[in-house]
T-cell receptor, first 116, second 114 residues
Framework: AQKVTQAQTEISVVEKEDVTLDCVYE???????LFWYKQPPSGELVFLIR??????QNEISGRYSWNFQKSTSSFNFTITASQVVDSAVYFC?????????????FGKGTRLHILP | DSGVTQTPKHLITATGQRVTLRCSPR?????VYWYQQSLDQGLQFLIQ???????AKGNILERFSAQQFPDLHSELNLSSLELGDSALYFC?????????????FGPGTRLLVL
């Protein structure tokens, strides 16, 4: 069965520090997608990334980077030189890409506080 | 502004009632997702439509139904409402380019069932 675990419920770091949010997943499929979403205090949801299971290259987008490791079933998210605006709840999610059953399963989220 | 609109923004209703939530995707986006976020259940995927056809089904209750119309807007119908249906309902539309998908979220509809 699918499962996504975000073991860090809440993290606080001082501005400009780097921070890594952990995401561990379980799936029986060899083809799946992994996602990260951001939900700032204002409440809207922001899509950050979708990664295909066949693409193990790390992704970098500005201060954001994602480390996908199949060997450890992890898809960790790092924010470099954090800023107060990065304060949000971050959700990791998994979707198994099987026919019509590619529903998305979310982790419980990690609340990130960036302290000025 | 993501370009995805949802109406209404807020909805207060009573148990047993039926409501319809509406989502207009970004122009040209064929795919629409519906999500529910509640304190009890967290963030949950409900259902996805692609160009009018149901594409994937998540934890959507039988009391809930959805459809996507020819103009690509989507509606989520919630019936026989219960207190536990109080939640934030988000829709998102998506576009794929060279296998890379990006989802754009609407502002959500906050439903309160009394």
């Amino acid at each position: 069965a699918q499962k996504v675990t975000q073991a860090q419920t809440e993290i606080s770091v001082v501005e400009k520090e780097d921070v890594t949010l952990d995401c561990v997943y379980e799936t029986r499929d060899t083809t799946y997608y992994l996602f990260w979403y951001k939900q700032p205090p204002s409440g809207e949801l922001v899509f950050l990334i979708r990664r295909n299971s066949f693409d193990e290259q790390n992704e970098i987008s500005g201060r954001y980077s994602w480390n996908f490791q199949k060997s450890t079933s992890s898809f960790n998210f790092t924010i470099t030189a954090s800023q107060v605006v990065d304060s949000a709840v971050y959700f990791c999610a998994l979707s198994e890409a099987t026919d019509r059953d590619d529903k998305i399963i979310f982790g419980k989220g990690t609340r990130l506080h960036i302290l000025p | 502004d993501s370009g995805v609109t949802q109406t209404p923004k807020h909805l207060i209703t009573a148990t047993g009632q039926r409501v319809t939530l509406r989502c207009s995707p970004r122009s040209g986006d064929l795919s629409v997702y519906w999500y529910q976020q509640s304190l009890d259940q967290g963030l949950q995927f409900l259902i996805q439509y692609y160009n009018g056809e149901e594409r994937a089904k998540g934890n959507i209750l039988e009391r809930f139904s959805a459809q996507q119309f020819p103009d690509l807007h989507s509606e989520l119908n919630l019936s026989s409402l219960e207190l536990g249906d109080s939640a934030l309902y988000f829709c998102a539309s998506s576009v794929s380019h060279r296998g890379i998908e990006t989802q754009y979220f609407g502002p959500g509809t906050r439903l309160l069932v009394l």
